[in-house]
């Protein structure tokens, strides 16, 4: 059974304190249209966790070529041979002689980095899969990361989101020096580093992805730069906005195909007409059958939003099913859910009576 639900109702810190509380095994897909993010824990702590926009292999790579710990010829073997599925650890050995010592700190700071991504997503699905198989792309696994280290330094850290969100308000936005501009060698190397990318072809999103520093660090230091005066913005650049553009005309094109054949197949214009009268009888019968019955007929979906009769009771039964998926039983109370932090104390079950059942619950308004 499975935890699935919208960021718009349970963000990934409610998440993420869920499973720690809980100390679940388990996969975390957290998925949009453009990126899914895939966390696994053992006893509630972080194992492993990637991006699909930012796979480990490549970006810990060109992390060792700038360090200088892996070279330009031996970059495309280690990155196939990962690909294909060994351990990157066992790759880099043997590829590049790269040591656990040199690579382990990048690894774990891959890890943190992307967890610590999901806490800027607005919106987006999850799905939760206890006692599932971890798989981790490595033979000598990174350290596990403290979900609650991460919780607490998420939080710490989003009393400076305002700062940064309202300097630096989206990824595709390009910056570029300001007119003689320049930053010192006594400058943080952070922003050190994000000023020489910030070239008006960079977009925010490229400067952070490239960045060995991290989202958050990079993010702050161009916020700096830009209070500072010393960058400005120059234009904006989506290279998802050109794929979807793609996509669309690939769609229109394939369609004006179909309707082009369409128009050559012999008998298919006498074929639509029937399809036409046999609709048209279908529906005038499915009328005369409403109009005459006792009752207006229902489904599945209009029984289901009759049950569901408010907000309140719809985040108890996603409450009670999250209960249910973390422990095996329905709760005994509504207050069991609120002391297990499923639901927010404050919250008030004035007008709902809950029940529990041998196989079940009943949950209604009263």
């Known amino acids: 059974m499975a935890l699935i639900g919208s960021l718009l109702d349970f963000t990934a810190t409610d998440v993420l304190q869920l499973v720690k509380m809980q100390r679940k095994d388990g996969m975390l897909e957290v998925y949009s249209r453009d990126e899914t993010v895939t966390v696994w824990f053992r006893a509630g702590d972080v194992v492993w966790a990637e991006s699909s926009l930012r796979p480990v292999a490549p970006r810990v790579c060109k992390w ?15 990155q196939m041979r990962a690909e294909e599925g060994e351990p990157l650890d066992k790759v880099l050995a043997e590829e590049g002689r790269v040591p656990p ?11 943190k980095e992307t967890v610590y991504s999901l806490f800027r997503w607005l919106e987006g699905d999850y799905t939760f899969e206890a006692d599932v198989a ?17 919780l607490m330094d998420t939080a710490v850290r989003s009393d400076e989101w305002p700062y940064i969100q309202d300097r630096v308000p989206s990824v595709i936005i390009l910056f570029a020096p300001t007119a003689g501009a320049t930053v010192g060698d006594d400058a943080p190397e952070e922003e050190r580093y994000v000023f020489g990318r910030a070239n008006g072809k960079n977009n925010v999103e490229m400067i952070v992805d490239h960045s060995p520093h991290g989202a958050f660090e990079t993010l702050r230091a161009l916020a700096n730069l830009v209070e500072k005066g010393l960058v400005e913005k120059v234009g904006e650049y989506d290279p998802r906005s050109d794929a979807r553009k793609l996509e669309a005309e690939e769609a229109a094109r394939k369609e004006q195909t179909g309707k082009s054949q369409a128009r050559e197949v012999p008998g298919r214009r006498e074929s639509s007409l029937l399809a036409l009268v046999c609709t048209t009888l279908m529906i005038g019968c499915g009328w005369l059958f409403y109009a005459n019955a006792t009752e207006p007929p ?14 309140k009771e719809y985040k108890v039964r996603k409450a009670i099913g999250a209960y249910r998926l973390l422990t095996g039983r329905y709760p005994e109370t509504i207050g069991t859910l609120q002391m297990e932090g499923l639901l927010p104390e404050s919250m008030s079950m004035d007008g709902l009576i809950y029940e529990p059942e041998e196989n079940g619950f009943s949950l209604h308004a009263g």
């Open 64 to 78: 060792l070529l700038r360090k200088g710990a892996l070279s330009e010829g031996h970059l495309s073997r280690v």
């Open 101 to 111: 010592e040199t690579w382990k700190p990048l690894v774990e700071h891959y890890m």
């Open 134 to 150: 971890i798989r981790v792309p490595f033979g000598d696994a990174p350290r596990p990361i403290n979900t609650d280290d991460v």
């Open 298 to 311: 229902t489904d599945t979906i209009s029984d289901f939003a009759v049950s569901v009769t408010s907000q």
